[in-house]
């Protein structure tokens, strides 16, 4: 995408508020020329002070009742008027601030907001694929960065602009002479500014991609930081966190570097501008060419000061942008990421519930290196409890993922009661399915809140009969605040067989019609896991089961047992049938004994 197109999008979010846009705008106008006016004013002090009373008594001032008077009534006069500027520049630049800051402060917002319903609707390989640092630091760093290169461009560079239109249109007013003269050494700042702009975007796209890997390191140390200490390690992944951030600072220097050289040489070509203004000014006022006075002069060098100051914000604010620039682009970048593959033609169809059963035909898949499902083919009847069982990485996992929609299967289709479940209306679909992993997850609340997060219209009546099915209300009752029990980030206040029960009422709350059990109970103690079996069984009444287990004890009553082997089904039937032959499930069945 190009710098003009970027820029383009991110200007598109200010359209809600092109209101207080305008509105903060007019008053960087108002500002801009109350401030020219104010410098504007030193011409008829100094004609005063030099012996051209007439000369001020000619230009027309607020509150005077005729244009003669002394030099001191007239001195008064201007006073007053710098006075009157004085309230109207600060009461300009409060309405323009503040108005500027509450737009761009919405527009943060609307960032925010599009990102996280992004990320929410991206598919599940895309997560996986993305690398913990690298979305951090996209979700933070690269968000804040394009907004503040938005921030520049409404806050710094426009009312820059205006102020150099204001400043120039006075300078024009005081000589034009001596303003096309300055003109002239116009392109002498723009070569510079454009030159060391390009350089600011291209070191800064590669420093916000160092910028990922730092923080994807420092992500790993803290997810590690167990077996990182059991193995003595701390020195190792010092060492190898500070090559990272010594990488991004060295990267970070030459944006930095670029920008401090574009300012200075800026500085120095507006100075010098400023230094031959004022000489050739004084040389053409006391040669009395060009119809100059001294106070002509003093007001041209004061208000071309003036210029150089939003000048100078305009080169700012221009490398500020080319700086933000690559992290506005690796923002979109996300944004336009897409959400899955494109599904069949035509209207979704609603899902009202597995009523017949899933038919599996020739389904294959990868993760985009080798094939982890190839030619799977399956039928599961409506209200069969399905186990898969099989190695580690032969591919259980991911066969239920595509069962519940995570992915789409490279070749071969799915389907629902005869509908494909590419062209099911993901809602309805999920709606009727829910998942209990390995892993049990919780979000910061209440235990209630936990439970009910699959129906948060469900009455706390229902929320206590799921606990109670799910064994949950035998540890709630302990609790001092019981079901309001704050459970911690991820449900660190409670243990692991506390957590996996509450999942379980969750699911049962929601009352699927399709339910998964990714191992549900493989990390827990004996204790815990008969309590969960229990729960679970007290769940499978009446349900379409998947159950992913590597305790074979934990799947003996299922309807089917389904055998993988390197990505292909091996075998398939029931516990006795499969105990009684030769193949995978009796090894791994000794295994277990």
């Keep these: 995408m190009s710098g003009r197109a970027t820029l383009g999008r991110l200007a598109g979010y200010a359209r809600p508020y092109l209101p207080l846009v305008a509105a903060a705008l007019a008053l960087a106008a108002v500002h801009a020329a109350s401030q020219g006016a104010l410098a504007w004013l030193v011409k008829p002090l100094l004609d005063l002070v030099g012996g051209a009373p007439e000369t001020a008594a000619a230009i027309p001032l607020p509150f005077a009742a005729d244009s003669g008077g002394d030099v001191e009534d007239q001195a008064k006069r201007l006073i ?12 300009a630049h409060f309405g323009k601030e503040y108005l500027t800051r509450f737009t761009l402060g ?126 003595r390690a701390e020195a190792l992944e010092e060492a190898a966190f500070d090559a990272e951030n010594q990488r991004f600072f060295r990267r970070h220097m030459k944006v930095a570097k670029n920008r401090v050289l574009s300012s200075t040489v800026v500085e120095a070509l507006t100075s010098a501008v400023a230094v031959g203004a004022l000489g050739a000014g004084v040389l053409l006022a006391l040669r009395g060419q060009w119809g100059l006075t001294f106070g002509d002069i003093g007001a041209f060098v004061v208000v071309l000061q003036r210029t150089y100051r939003p000048a100078k914000d305009l080169t700012r604010g221009w490398n500020s942008i080319m700086e933000a620039l690559p992290s506005a682009e690796r923002f979109f970048e996300l944004l336009d990421e897409p959400e899955g593959r494109a599904a069949d033609p035509g209207p ?22 080798e094939p982890v499902l190839q ?5 599961i009847r409506a209200g069969e409890v399905v186990a898969l069982v ?12 595509l069962l519940l929609g995570f992915y789409q299967p490279d070749a071969g289709t799915i389907e629902f009661d005869g509908s494909d479940l590419r062209v099911l209306d993901r809602d309805s ?21 936990n439970i ?50 509450i999942t379980i009422a969750r699911a049962i709350l929601k009352n699927p019609d399709l339910l998964v059990f990714d191992e549900a109970t493989s990390s827990l103690d004996t204790k815990s896991e008969r309590l969960v079996q229990e729960a679970i069984d007290r769940l499978l009444a009446g349900r379409t089961v998947i159950v992913i287990a590597h305790r074979l004890s934990t799947v003996r009553h299922a309807d089917k047992i389904v055998v993988l082997e390197e990505g292909r089904i091996a075998h398939a039937g029931s516990h006795e049938e499969l105990a009684s032959r030769e193949g995978l499930y009796r090894e791994l069945l000794s295994l277990h004994r």
């Design 429 to 449: 679909f999920l709606a009727r399915a829910s998942v209990v992993t390995q892993e049990p997850f919780l979000f910061p609340g209440s235990i209630a809140d």
């Design 452 to 501: 009910r997060y699959g129906r948060p219209e469900a009455a706390d009546a229902e929320v206590e009969a799921a606990a109670k099915a799910a064994h949950v209300d035998e540890f709630v009752g302990t609790l001092p605040d019981g079901f309001a029990t704050e459970v911690g980030e991820a449900g660190v206040k409670l243990s692991g067989g506390q957590r996996q029960r």
């Design 80 to 91: 007053a008027a710098g006075l009157v500027l004085v309230v109207v520049v600060s009461a």
């Design 106 to 231: 919405r527009i943060l917002v609307d960032l925010q907001r599009d990102l996280c319903r992004k990320l929410l609707t991206l598919p599940l390989g895309f997560h996986h694929s993305l690398r913990r640092g690298d979305a951090l630091s996209r979700i933070l760093n690269d968000t804040t960065r394009a907004h503040h290169s938005l921030a520049t461009m409404l806050g710094d560079f426009i009312p820059a602009v205006l102020a150099v239109a204001v400043y120039a249109t006075i300078l024009v007013g005081l000589s034009w002479q001596l303003s096309l003269a300055a003109l002239a050494a116009a392109p002498l700042v723009l070569g510079p500014v454009a030159i060391f702009g390009r350089r600011v975007r291209k070191s800064a796209r590669r420093r916000q991609e160092t910028l990922g890997e730092v923080t994807q390191r420092l992500v790993q140390i803290l997810s590690g930081i167990k077996i990182i200490q059991a193995f």
């Design 375 to 379: 030619g799977v083919s399956l039928d």
């Design 390 to 401: 099989g190695r580690t990485g032969a591919g259980k996992t991911t066969l239920a993922d």
């Design 348 to 369: 979704r169809v609603t899902f009202p519930g597995l009523q017949q059963g899933i038919r599996l035909r020739d389904v294959h898949f990868s993760y985009g290196r």
